[in-house]
């Protein structure tokens, strides 16, 4: 039995979407490659071998699972270079042209397009509806005759909605246009068709896994110039000795997260809905997101009247970790750009919580913060300069 009282400090943790403790299944098959089996996979002599069969090994498991080929799977240090080798590696292979994203998209593909941008790249940053949905309509209009690259998230790490990337894929492939998907915050927690997906990110610490870890995919025949050069490491895609003792980790954490992916869905959806109609009852609130194609562990409010800021400081004092945003950005005072996307006030969007749940989440973890989030709100608005 997992002592969650040592892995979550006796409180009660609310923010699964930010990142994850490492399952303590997955620290026990990293063990025995910080000492024993510490080699580089370079090397010609045993220990070295070894790694490497490892590696390939875990190459082949990760590919089995995403049902694609183990040549097209990359290991990198996460979704952030993931993300940056999809953009930037796409634009360089090419020299010009016209990318297409979301105005919901994580920063790690945000900032990368802004930095094509003055670099001569042009991007479409596409709208999305008040759910937070890209429509593949929008996707179809918005491709040029120099288009070299759409991408779409998956899931929002924001407020869960869940993009329709099949459709979104098979626009992309009818147009022939490379399609990439941040899938960060989905791969291991729901279904991801690889059907019509070109180029796909995921991460480590989303899964249980290690913090430092992560895949590209990259579909045979997709063409990208390498960010890192050096000794050729990763087939050529990614120069640097691979962090075997992670890279396992991100494999098992993987296998385990497919394995009970259906069990721990249904267990996250009937959290989230005890959590919503307990949230909805507070005057003032409302979801963000989609309400039902969204990802099982997020529940993202807005509260009138408050700021956002206040309520995560004091529901910290009260033993509860919660974000009001994306926590790459939790320490920036700018409204969360999710928000303003799906058309809410800078003044709505600073009221925001959100609440992700996840495999160490239990019942009673969901009704400490419904006893506490509403007096929490009042209090708030009882001091709250925007209230009339």
């Known amino acids: 039995m997992i002592n969650i009282g040592v892995i979550m400090n006796e409180k009660v943790y609310m923010d699964y979407a930010a990142t994850t403790p490492v399952d303590p299944r997955v620290v026990d098959a990293m063990k025995p490659f910080f000492t024993d089996k510490f080699g580089n996979s370079a090397a010609l002599y045993s220990v070295g071998q070894e790694a490497e069969q490892v590696l390939e090994d875990c190459r082949r498991k990760v590919a089995r699972i995403l049902g694609v080929k183990p040549e097209e799977i990359f290991f990198t240090s996460g979704g952030t270079e993931s993300d940056n080798l999809a953009l930037k590696g796409t634009a360089f292979s090419k020299g010009k042209g016209h990318i297409i994203t979301s105005k919901i998209e994580h920063h790690a593909i945000l900032h990368p397009a802004e930095w094509l941008e003055k670099r001569g790249f042009s991007v479409t940053y596409l709208p999305v509806d008040k759910y937070g949905t890209v429509s593949p309509e929008s996707v179809e209009q918005a491709i040029r005759d120099d288009t070299i690259l759409v991408s779409v998230m998956h899931g929002n790490n924001e407020i869960g909605t869940l993009e329709p990337i099949d459709e979104i894929g098979k626009v992309c492939r009818k147009n022939n246009v490379p399609f990439h998907t941040d899938a960060v915050q989905t791969v291991g927690k729901v279904p991801v068709n690889m059907k019509h997906v070109d180029m796909l990110s995921s991460s480590s610490h989303k899964l249980y896994g290690p913090k430092g870890v992560g895949i590209i995919f990259v579909r045979e025949g997709t063409k990208l110039v390498p960010l890192l050069h050096g000794g050729g490491h990763e087939?050529?895609?990614?120069s640097g000795t691979e962090n075997i003792a992670s890279i396992v980790g991100y494999t098992k954490a993987l296998?385990?997260?497919t394995k009970e992916m259906k069990k721990e869905d249904k267990r996250l959806t009937e959290l989230r809905r005890k959590l919503i109609?307990?949230?909805?009852?507070?005057?003032?609130?409302?979801?963000?997101?989609?309400?039902?194609?969204?990802?099982?562990?997020?529940?993202?409010?807005?509260?009138?009247?408050?700021?956002?800021?206040?309520?995560?400081?004091?529901?910290?004092?009260?033993?509860?970790?919660?974000?009001?945003?994306?926590?790459?950005?939790?320490?920036?005072l700018k409204p969360s750009h999710v928000l303003t996307a799906i058309g809410l006030k800078p003044e709505e969007a600073h009221g925001s919580l959100r609440l992700t749940m996840g495999r160490f989440t239990k019942e009673e973890d969901v009704e400490k913060v419904l006893e506490t989030v509403p007096g929490v709100v009042e209090r708030l608005r009882k001091i709250?300069?925007?209230r009339k």
């Not at 087939?235 to 990614?238: I, L, P, W, Y």
């Open 235 to 238: 087939h050529g895609m990614r």
């Open 384 to 386: 709250s300069p925007l």
């Open 277 to 332: 109609e307990g949230l909805e009852k507070i005057p003032d609130s409302w979801l963000n997101g989609h309400p039902e194609k969204r990802l099982a562990g997020n529940v993202h409010f807005c509260f009138r009247f408050i700021e956002g800021e206040s309520l995560i400081l004091l529901l910290d004092q009260k033993g509860i970790e919660a974000s009001t945003g994306s926590a790459c950005s939790s320490k920036s």
């Open 255 to 257: 296998e385990l997260a």
